[in-house]
């Protein structure tokens, strides 16, 4: 059985999208076969996996780590705070970024006044990522690194760039195989252009990996194009679903309800869903697109809707906990994904999972896996909304597309990635 050191960000139950679903996904597969010590920023008292040695922290112990090797660590940093990058700022769902408690343990650890408690201040709450996202990876790659010191294990596993370079750290001081899992790219989230200090972590994460698994073909690609990495260091491996019972909930709405579920960001191309609806809506008014999600893009989305006289036709849910996804999917007629560059898409299979007949971006990792959806490139409108209209108006059609896609994810599940994923351990070990 591999040891694996696996590093991550987001987790059940605190998490802001799919790289916590993802992460939680394959190590719950991979935890009857291997042996998984997990580092995160934050644990809970729900925060439990069979066979899988968590570790939050914001519960770390002082037994756990050095302190003086931190405190020397953080002895030449300032109190000068990073500026969360405009990309990840659409990550966010509360106003208050940091409190008073956090800003006050990152003076002090700045200051070279570590210690236990402002650990656990700086690792609370429920903003993950936050004003000061830049310090908190800092501090994560050294706490990650003092834990994994013993080198009791094979293989290192970082999920996305928030861990990189915790995992660089480790593979320096203890000469094991990096694994960096690529979730998404800041090139997906800012634009192909982008060459900012994130993109620079990500290059530098998967300069340093012996081994990178895109969850894409399209992602893969990406990773070659626009970050000048050797193809053949990269794996593809799709994310899964685990398969559930689904029961469909008939809404009573005299209305179709056409679903997007995401970030409100220029990635996720929501200034398509307003040219979309408005070509659908001139001939078929009997429909309601239910955007469910939070960012950037929010308010300039709601008052284009109202310019154009679709404020009826609009409902805005903002942010949802996993369970009111499921209520709203149980719903739904159609969903609907016009991502301008979307490294997978997990919502898409879990629409499919309930029934739900899907029209997404062909820039997309579920395309790959999800041949019987109806595709178009994201700029696409009019395909869109032809598409989108021939699943309101047509049963039989909505049946078939729906029923395929229900078989199609039957072979998309986190055991079949924990496989693959299991193969990539033992090329490293065999080495």
Do not use: C
């Amino acid at each position: 059985m591999t040891k694996v050191l696996m590093l991550g960000w987001e987790f059940p139950p605190l998490f802001s999208g799919g790289l916590g679903i993802a992460t939680y996904g394959l190590v719950k597969a991979l935890s009857p076969r291997a042996d998984i010590r997990l580092i995160i920023p934050q644990t809970s008292a729900s925060t439990d996996l069979n066979n899988v040695n968590i570790i939050g922290l914001n519960q770390l112990t002082a037994q756990a780590i050095d302190l003086e090797a931190l405190r020397f660590s953080f002895s030449f940093l300032n109190t000068v705070v990073h500026q969360l990058p405009i990309s990840i700022s659409p990550y966010h769902h509360t106003n208050e970024l940091i409190s008073k408690s956090q800003s006050q343990a990152f003076d002090s650890m700045s200051s070279g006044g570590v210690s236990i408690e402002n650990i656990h201040d700086i690792f609370s709450g429920k903003e993950i990522y936050g004003n000061d996202i830049m310090y908190k990876i800092h501090l994560f790659s050294k706490l990650a690194e003092e834990i994994a010191a013993d080198g009791n294990f094979e293989v290192i596993h970082a999920h996305d760039w928030v861990t990189y370079p915790a995992g660089i750290n480790i593979k320096n001081r203890t000469g094991k195989p990096l694994v960096i899992h690529v979730h998404a790219l800041e090139t997906d989230r800012a634009g192909e252009h982008a060459r900012n200090e994130i993109y620079w972590l990500e290059r530098s994460g998967m300069e340093a990996a012996d081994k990178i698994i895109a969850v894409s073909h399209y992602t893969k690609q990406q990773i070659i194009e626009h970050y000048q990495i050797d193809e053949r260091k990269i794996e593809v491996v799709h994310n899964g679903i685990d398969p559930a019972t689904i029961v469909r909930t008939e809404h009573k709405l005299k209305d179709k309800l056409v679903v997007f579920l995401g970030r409100l960001t220029h990635q996720k191309g929501p200034k398509y869903i307003v040219e979309t609806a408005e070509k659908i809506l001139r001939v078929y008014p009997r429909v309601k697109f239910v955007v469910a999600g939070t960012g950037d893009q929010f308010a300039h989305l709601l008052e284009s809707s109202a310019y154009k006289k679709m404020g009826r036709n609009f409902i805005f849910t903002g942010f949802l906990s996993k369970a009111k996804v499921n209520e709203l999917l149980a719903l739904a007629d159609v969903y609907f994904m016009p991502s301008v560059s979307e490294p997978f898409g997990l919502t898409a299979l879990e629409a499919a999972q309930h029934s739900v007949p899907s029209v997404i971006s062909a820039q997309s990792g579920a395309a790959e896996v999800m041949k019987s959806s109806l595709k178009a490139d994201h700029w696409d409108t009019d395909k869109h909304a032809n598409y989108i209209h021939a699943l309101l108006r047509y049963p039989a059609l909505h049946k078939r597309i729906s029923e395929d896609a229900n078989r199609e994810i039957e072979q998309v599940t986190w055991h079949h990635a924990a496989y693959k994923v299991l193969d990539i351990y033992n090329q490293l070990r065999s080495n």
